[in-house]
């Protein structure tokens, strides 16, 4: 056996992982939208968070033997290649920008809420002390 057929085995893996760990998650998405009860819920949650390594794991298995085989076997210069290089890389950006857009937003939506709550201990200003406050 070759070292293609090797990597070609390894790429193809990864990407049967990563399609189906895609699936899981799409599946599980689905399903907390149907849950009814909390135990449902995390049984489903359980089964998210366990396919995490898994469609991880898949996926630096496809890059990884993806990139061997394309540096071994063909070249950088093909420009298919190219372009799903390319594609990658413009990927992770929206997808890292998905993230921290996220992130960022519920931090905000976080603040707000502080502020607005009328029962949140930030949003009133403290003059006086709670002996002052409080009459006997």
Known sequence: MSTYTLELFLHVSGAI???AGAGIWLFGLFALRRAR?????????WLIIVTI?????????MGAAGLV????????QTPW???SLVSLALYQSMCLSLILGCARSSQRRERRQRVRSPMSLSSVPMTRS???WHKR
């Open 17 to 19: 992982g990563v399609f």
């Open 37 to 45: 009860r909390v135990e449902q819920v995390r049984a489903i949650a």
């Open 53 to 61: 390594p898994f469609m991880v794991l898949g996926l630096v298995l």
């Open 69 to 76: 085989m394309a540096i071994s076997t063909w070249g950088l």
């Open 81 to 83: 290649i190219i372009v």
């Open 130 to 132: 709670w002996g002052q």
